[in-house]
């Protein structure tokens, strides 16, 4: 142990823990900017400057060791005054036009200068311009950016698609797509991790508010609205609601307050797309146990598109099942198209996605299965823009038939939930019986890369659950190279799934993840359905309009062919 005195307070901590955290043990606030736990601890923007005693310069907390009898202070008028300049000077490489910044309230760099009472500006700014393509979803303001560098690490390291680098040099140093691409010529795969990491608004989405409510506002559309799975486990933490209060039924509240005409569920389309998947899965498994090749999950675009760049050979591996999203776009077009009696060029499809990717998704088959994809946080923005007093909604139901889910739809947002979802209703597919719902947890928890066994009626199957882009890596290369042999791999672009995905809420917490997937566990228990295969309106759908899992119309409806 070390032992060393902060701010007038003996502590006592491990051998090669950082003054940040030392500090953190005992209660005190050393303010961060640029750091990320285990990610970037840098000290690029050096908030974090601490004094030591017997040093001259201050020295930067998260990335500088304890020492044994070291004297630290974290807030003295050396400090303040060093932090105050390194402040200004990020703030004169920066343009704060916060008024019109979709960060304004949850800037960090905004919070710090407010924390810092700084007032007044000694500094001119010389800001570069840059011609960012504002059609792409992700969009990024170069005159915003503090080269904090956590979108590189995170994309370097995490992800390790390399889609960022620093480029220029002096005073015009900034980051950008790496070689002076342009980002539409790169591999990104709008997993957005750059965007929840970055602490400005440097990074942000496509905005899509306007054209939902033009749709909205529009009395010859009709306007149908799916909320994704992971959506209800965040959209309340901007407001500061509480998990219990902030429920899918009290959004259900909202969206009716902004006018949609319909409010359904994409769980529904989720346990459709078990049907499809689940028979496809079966159907294919002689041919997988002979080619000793997976079959993976399709559900997440921005894993779709990296392995359609990273590993185009093995792209004819992946379920040609429709992601839910998708697939409610397609069913609410035909099927319930017919059921209300109304042209489908009349519906107008927005979902609302915990992802960036899920914007593009819709394009590539050409079909426009959905209209708008909006973020959580564009929701979030909407809200405020309609004055929704948030911590006053009262529950409302979602619509039907649509909007009937079970436990195993809704787990479809936390890594692992897709791969449990389909063995439980595979299991019955197979053999006519239920399993235990429970029978499959093997594949829960958030563990980037996670494998499990199970007995499907006498037949042994093997299985696979990545999540975060580094790690499908590492999983894609074991198969290619046959160091692994799996039958049904799920994967998910960002770490942990779309819990965590690009279009959720900032926050800097880590143990936000855990608490997000404790409400889908949480709902999934407490369902009571938990079968995909029992969703009545699932079955009802396939009565009326599709007749059975894999049939002709489902195959031109609910399908689509990656390669
Ligand atoms: Fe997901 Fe989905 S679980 S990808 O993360 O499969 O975005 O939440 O909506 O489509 O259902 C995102 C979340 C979805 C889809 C579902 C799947
Ligand atoms: Fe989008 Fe979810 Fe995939 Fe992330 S994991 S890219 S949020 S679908």
Not at 137 to 156: E, G, H, Y
Request: overall charge negative; hydrophobic content about 35%.
């Amino acid at each position: 142990m070390v032992n060393l005195t902060i701010n007038g307070t003996k502590v006592s901590v491990k051998e090669g823990t950082t003054i940040l955290d030392a500090a953190k043990s005992i209660g005190e606030t050393i303010p961060t900017l640029c750091y990320l736990k285990e990610i970037n601890e840098i000290g690029a923007c050096r908030v974090c400057v601490v004094e030591v005693e017997g040093t001259e310069r201050c020295v930067t907390a998260c990335n500088n060791f304890v020492e044994e009898g070291m004297v630290v202070y974290t807030n003295s008028r050396k400090v303040r005054t060093t932090r105050k300049t390194n402040v200004k000077l990020i703030l004169s490489q920066h343009d704060y036009k916060c008024g019109t910044c979709v960060r304004s309230g949850n800037c960090t760099l905004q919070s710090l200068a407010n924390e810092l009472n700084i007032s007044e500006m000694p500094y001119d700014s010389i800001l570069e311009k840059d011609n960012w393509d504002m059609t792409f979803p992700l969009i990024r303001n170069a005159q915003k950016c503090i080269k904090c560098m956590r979108c590189v690490q995170i994309c370097d390291n995490i992800q390790e698609m390399h889609i960022w680098d620093v480029v220029n040099t002096g005073s015009r140093t900034t980051v950008n797509v790496r070689g002076n691409q342009n980002i539409r010529e790169t591999a990104c795969t709008l997993c957005g991790q750059c965007v929840v990491n970055c602490p400005v608004g440097a990074l942000r989405e496509r905005d899509d508010v306007g054209m939902v409510l033009d749709a909205v506002e529009d009395d010859e559309v009709i306007t149908v609205v799916q909320v994704a799975p992971a959506v209800r486990t965040a959209w309340g933490e901007s407001f500061g609601l509480s998990k219990e209060f902030a429920t899918a039924k009290r959004l259900v509240g909202g969206l009716r307050k902004i006018g949609f005409d319909y409010i359904f569920d994409t769980t529904f389309a989720a346990d459709m797309t078990i049907m499809e998947e689940g028979s496809e899965f079966l159907e294919r498994l002689p041919e997988i146990k002979e080619s000793g090749l997976p079959m993976f999950t399709s559900c997440c675009p921005g894993w779709v598109k990296f392995i359609k760049s990273q590993y185009p050979d093995m792209a004819d591996r992946l379920s040609s099942a429709k992601s839910p999203q998708q697939m409610f776009g397609a069913i609410t077009k035909s099927y319930y198209a017919q059921k209300l009696g109304v042209d489908p060029e009349k519906i107008f499809c927005v979902s609302i996605m915990p992802c960036l990717a899920k914007k593009d998704e819709y394009t590539w088959d050409g079909a426009k299965d959905v209209d708008a994809v909006l973020t959580t946080r564009e929701v979030e923005r909407l809200f405020k823009a309609f004055f929704i007093k948030t911590d006053e909604l009262e529950e409302d139901e979602f619509d039907n038939p649509l909007g009937e889910s079970t436990g195993a739809g809704v787990i479809f947002g936390a890594t692992g939930g897709v791969m449990e979802a389909a063995l439980r209703s595979a299991y019955y597919l197979v053999t006519k019986k239920n399993p235990e719902p429970d029978a499959f947890k093997a594949v829960r928890g958030l563990d980037g890369w996670k494998e499990a066994e199970f007995d499907l009626d006498g037949t042994d199957i093997k299985v696979a659950v990545a999540s975060g882009l580094g790690n499908t890596r590492r999983l894609m290369n074991a198969i290619k190279k046959g160091e692994v042999h799996y039958d049904f791999v799920e994967i998910m672009s960002c770490p942990g799934g779309c819990i965590n995905g690009g279009g959720q809420p900032f926050k800097d917490d880590a143990s936000m993840v855990e608490e997000r997937r404790n409400v889908l566990y949480g709902l999934d228990k407490h369902n009571n359905i938990r079968f995909s295969h029992e969703n009545p309106s699932v079955i009802k759908c396939y009565e009326e309009y599709f007749e059975k899992p894999l049939s002709h119309k489902s195959h031109e409806i609910l399908h689509v062919k990656h390669v």
